[in-house]
């Protein structure tokens, strides 16, 4: 009776490039230490989801940044 191996597949770290399954516990990172990395980039603003602005009022007041609200403190 042959056996049929099961495949795992095998990514890559986002934080270190190490390899890691998918069955991992800390998948898809390696470890919590490069999860911890990876929250804290996202946190500090290295990491931004960006794509185009298509709402007008954002733009406009994008184009006119005089025209928003200081929020109560006064520019000098």
Known sequence: MASKK???????CPTCGMLVRTEDEDFPFCSDRCRKIDLGKWASGVYKISSPILD???LEDLDNPSSRRSGGSSES
């Open 6 to 12: 099961k495949s795992v597949k095998l990514f890559h």
């Open 56 to 58: 007008p009022e954002v």
